[in-house]
């Protein structure tokens, strides 16, 4: 760190963050924004109380808890893959691609945008996707787990909730 900071400055510190923040934003707006829908979803066919509704009463508000959770957590995982591998490819590439692109959060921008374009140019929009099944296999039980405790931990407070 220190030789870094003496090279470039504190700003060395920082490489990466932007591209950090080009995966990290779709990722987190995507599971809380597809938990929430179906969550909401879920409880209006329960009010209903028609034929979707009294199956889904049925089931174990934990297994639907956790069923949420694992289809938030693909849904987030397919929507944000193209910027993770573009993060990924700059975190082991970022000597080469920094020293092109730039310093500062415009030239993190030039090189985030750059390299997801030569990466489409040489090998095809599919590219993006490498490493979509490990990914997958990785996020979707932690997006089950902590949906799960999330959901478990609301409940017990709830009680202590109400005004």
């Known amino acids: 760190m220190a030789s870094a900071v003496?090279?470039?400055?504190i700003g060395a510190l920082y490489w990466g963050f932007f591209a950090?923040?080009?995966e990290s934003f779709p990722y987190d707006i995507m599971e809380l924004g597809s938990y929430g829908s179906m969550q909401d979803a879920r409880e209006a066919a329960l009010k209903r109380d028609d034929?979707?509704?009294?199956r889904l009463a049925a089931v174990p508000s934990q297994a639907l808890d956790m069923a949420i959770g694992a289809a938030s957590g693909a849904?987030?995982?397919?929507?944000?893959?193209?910027?993770?591998?573009?993060?990924?490819?700059?975190?082991?590439?970022?000597?080469?691609?920094?020293a092109k692109a730039g310093g500062g959060v415009w030239g993190?921008?030039?090189a985030f945008a750059s390299t997801g374009a030569s990466m489409v140019r040489a090998n095809?929009?599919?590219?993006?996707?490498?490493?979509?099944?490990?990914r997958l296999v990785q996020q979707v039980p932690s997006s089950t787990i902590c949906w799960y405790v999330i959901e478990q931990c609301r409940e017990l407070l709830e009680p202590y909730t109400k005004a």
């Open 6 to 9: 003496r090279r470039d400055g």
């Open 20 to 22: 950090f923040c080009m």
């Open 51 to 54: 034929a979707l509704g009294r």
């Open 75 to 98: 849904a987030a995982v397919v929507v944000s893959m193209p910027f993770d591998v573009v993060k990924t490819y700059l975190q082991t590439h970022g000597s080469q691609v920094a």
């Open 108 to 110: 993190e921008a030039v």
């Open 124 to 134: 095809g929009p599919g590219s993006l996707f490498v490493g979509l099944a490990p």
